[in-house]
T-cell receptor, first 109, second 118 residues
């Protein structure tokens, strides 16, 4: 069964404390791995797409990487405004996105 | 670009009534729209996929007679929750893909509709 699993479920960091979020996937015929940020009561906001193992994408304090089995979202020197739920999703087949359950990230000032 | 607008943002209705949620693509033509449901502290679950001018494709376990989807134009899709019950209370989110976007391009999401059925 196609599955996307994120860990940890919740992560609390101090401002400036770098860390990584994990997304493991078992999706046949992966056609893309997406990272989204979701704030409470809002829809997901697109961050990155990764298409092949070894690919990396960077944006401000965030960097996403992809291997054949998992993806990492590295956050460097985070700020309180980086607090949100981070979702990863795997594109299966023609157009179906399979989402992980998310990591709730809290950055304390 | 790629703005998706959803309305209303919140709705409270009584059990047994129907509620319509609108999803609009504001600056592009959406050939495909997706409807998701999200329960508290859980991930997004795809309910159905709709292509403009054709019937929606529902995911397993989603009742098509209860969740009516209409995608009559390239900029508007609607989800109607018929005969709503308290267990239908959830966060409903739509997303859209444009005519010029490939199937593996990122989806853009609306801001969701919080439905509460009393």
């Amino acid at each position: 069964e196609d599955q996307v699993t994120q860990s940890p479920e919740a992560l609390r960091l101090q401002e400036g404390e770098s860390s990584s979020l994990n997304c493991s996937y078992t999706v046949s015929g992966l056609r893309g791995l997406f990272w989204y940020r979701q704030d409470p009561g809002k829809g997901p906001e697109f961050l990155f797409t990764l298409y092949s193992a070894g690919e990396e994408k960077e944006k401000e304090r965030l960097k996403a990487t992809l291997t054949k089995k998992e993806s990492f979202l590295h956050i460097t020197a985070p700020k309180p405004e980086d607090s949100a739920t981070y979702l990863c999703a795997a594109l299966q087949g023609a157009q179906k996105l399979v989402f992980g359950q998310g990591t709730r990230l809290t950055i304390n000032p | 670009g790629a703005v998706v607008s959803q309305h209303p943002s919140r709705v409270i209705c009584k059990s047994g009534t129907s509620v319509k949620i609108e999803c609009r693509s504001l600056d592009f033509q959406a050939t495909t729209m997706f409807w998701y449901r999200q329960f508290p502290k859980q991930s997004l679950m795809l309910m159905a996929t709709s292509n403009e001018g054709s019937k929606a494709t529902y995911e397993q376990g989603v009742e098509k007679d209860k969740f009516l989807i209409n995608h009559a134009s390239l900029t508007l899709s609607t989800l109607t929750v018929t005969s709503a019950h308290p267990e239908d209370s959830s966060f409903y989110i739509c997303s859209a893909r444009g005519r010029r976007s490939g199937n593996n391009s990122p989806l853009h999401f609306g801001n969701g509709t919080r439905l509460t059925v009393t």
